[in-house]
């Protein structure tokens, strides 16, 4: 009896074990559950986290820009077009000059993309829709033959000089020698910049020698005995001699100090905002590294230099 029921006891707690272990391994699934979850949301988790994702390659410039305009700012356009060029294979930027009033009219017109100006577009371009960009701070300077004795004049006589009041140098400290003009024509923003500064709005006397370019002048006051004229000073050289104007050589602390007040601040005009490689060159222009490496470099002064 005792081992008939030695093996009941024994049939039971089989079945004991064989419950425990089936009830185990039911509690053991429901626990790895969460654990799968998390490993199911993994893959999702990586897509919209983009670690792995590599960045798109900038896409290369091409097409043509043109620009045109005042021939003060030329230098500095001629040698950012040849950099921006060098830079851009796909791209060709056409650089001319033909004045300030030019270049407003051409890039108003559709003619040109870019619209070089030494002062801002008059009020018949309102409505143009046209956008200005700043390039640079262009100082100007009168000047005079090498052989011309005096080395300043003040405000009202170079003014004097311009409006035909006086005629000979001898009137300003200088030798007995004839003045002779040399302008540049009304499209040119030189002129009308020293037509406001110099002559506060009065009209240049008549008298004289037109010459189309800021270069034309200088090589003409350099070959002319007795001649004054007016270039910026990227155009200096050893032929020609730069005056001061009210006891102050031009210099880049004297503009930023308002001593000296012959500049000019030079615009890049588009019509609308600029889009595609005519974008990408205005921004090269205006971009730190030519406005800090190569603007004062070619003799103008960084754009920011007037801003408080």
């Not at 002062?119 to 005079?144: Q, R, S």
């Not at 007995?176 to 024509?185: A, E, G, M, Y």
């Not at 050289?237 to 012959?262: H, M, Q, R, W």
Request: aromatic share 6%.
């Amino acid at each position: 009896m005792f081992l008939q029921m030695s093996k009941k006891s024994l049939s039971l707690a089989m079945v004991a074990v064989l419950s425990v272990g089936f009830l185990a391994a039911c509690g053991s699934k429901t626990a790895e559950q969460p654990k799968t979850n998390t490993n199911a949301a993994a893959p999702a988790a990586q897509q919209s986290g983009g670690g792995d994702k590599k960045p798109e390659p900038a896409k290369e410039i091409s097409g043509t820009v043109t620009a045109s305009g005042s021939s003060a700012l030329l230098p500095l356009v001629k040698q950012a077009s040849e950099d921006f060029m060098k830079a851009n294979p796909k791209v060709t930027v056409n650089v001319t000059a033909g004045g300030s009033g030019v270049g407003v009219k051409n890039v108003a017109d559709g003619t040109s993309d870019i619209g070089n100006s030494d002062v801002e577009a008059g009020p018949e371009y309102k409505d143009k829709n046209l956008v200005p960009h700043v390039a640079a701070i262009a100082p100007f300077a009168l000047i005079v033959n090498k052989e011309v004795s005096i080395d300043n004049l003040t405000k009202q006589q170079a003014a004097d000089i311009y409006l035909g009041k006086i005629t000979n140098w001898k009137d300003v400290g200088g030798k007995d020698q004839k003045i002779v003009l040399i302008h540049r024509p009304d499209s040119s923003g030189s002129r009308a910049l020293v037509k406001k500064i110099v002559l506060d709005g009065q009209e240049f006397s008549k008298d004289g020698v037109t010459q189309e370019s800021s270069g034309a002048v200088a090589t003409a006051v350099g070959q002319t005995a007795g001649s004054i004229g007016y270039v910026d000073t990227p155009y200096l050289n050893d032929t020609i001699k730069a005056l001061k104007f009210e006891g102050v050589a031009f210099s880049k602390d004297a503009i930023k100090d308002g001593k000296y007040p012959l500049y000019g601040v030079e615009l890049m005009y588009t019509k609308g905002e600029a889009t595609g490689a005519t974008k990408a060159f205005i921004d090269y222009i205006t971009g730190t590294e030519f406005q800090t490496k190569k603007v004062e470099e070619l003799k103008f002064l960084p754009a920011n230099l007037l801003k408080k």
